[in-house]
């Protein structure tokens, strides 16, 4: 058990929708990444949020955004879902003034785009 | 450019043999991090081991074991004496100590099948 949890577990979308993903990390661990494992891929790195404010990304278009709460949740947001977005979405938390590579993940949600 | 390479893309043994699994980095920094996780059928990434770019003494945990080589840029794994419970994806990850992010590159990752 990593303490860090994600909801839903399992989301269908048809194409050019949005969806919202959730994710709820440990007490105290003010940095949240996200990532997104396709069939048979490793996880990319999505982007990275730091006390609610973005402070990194990856190769990932504008459609892909995200919030993170005082409460130490967060939110990954994609718009216009393409059929390529179907993938694994991981989150993954940790503090940021501890041990910079402890990051601990989350069991993911499985997102199919229709 | 940071990359992760994972060139054995399946293995398949039977039980109780040992297995290595490779793993390649590419990275300019001096400072680095490096990772293996296990991904089961449920999806969770879970944490095996962590290494720092200085420590490159080899690392033992009951059947797990790690060889680090800096002068080949290797970061293998050995499972000794596998057993069913071991069948899994196994992925190995570089994450560079600078930067205002984290980020973990990984690798294709292995699919371990172990059979009974």
């Known amino acids: 058990e990593t303490g860090v949890t994600q909801s839903p577990t399992h989301l269908i979308k048809t194409r050019g929708q949005q969806v919202t993903l959730r994710c709820s990390s440990q007490?105290?661990?003010?940095?949240v990444s996200w990532y997104q494992q396709a069939l048979g891929q490793g996880p990319q790195f999505i982007f990275q949020y730091y006390r609610e404010e973005e402070n990194g990304r990856g190769n990932f278009p504008p459609r892909f955004s995200g919030l993170q709460f005082p409460n130490y949740s967060s939110e990954l947001n994609v718009n216009a879902l393409e059929l390529d977005d179907s993938a694994l979405y991981l989150c993954a938390s940790y503090a940021q003034e501890g041990l910079r590579n402890e990051q601990f993940f989350g069991p993911g949600t499985r997102l199919t785009v229709l | 450019a940071q990359k992760v390479t994972q060139a054995q893309t399946e293995i398949s043994v039977v039980e109780k043999e040992d297995v290595t699994l490779d793993c390649v980095y590419e990275t300019r920094d001096t400072t680095y991090y490096l990772f293996w996780y296990k991904q089961p059928p449920s999806g969770e990434l879970v944490f095996l081991i962590r290494?720092?770019?200085?420590?490159?003494q080899n690392e033992i945990s009951g059947r797990y074991s790690w060889n680090f080589q800096k002068s080949t840029s290797s970061f293998n794994f050995t499972i000794t004496a596998s057993q069913v419970v071991d069948s899994a994806v196994y992925f190995c990850a570089l994450s560079e100590e600078g930067g205002a992010t984290n980020k973990l590159i990984f690798g294709t990752g292995t699919l371990l099948a172990v059979q009974p």
């Open positions: 290494r720092n770019s200085f420590d490159e």
């Open positions: 007490s105290g661990h003010n940095t």
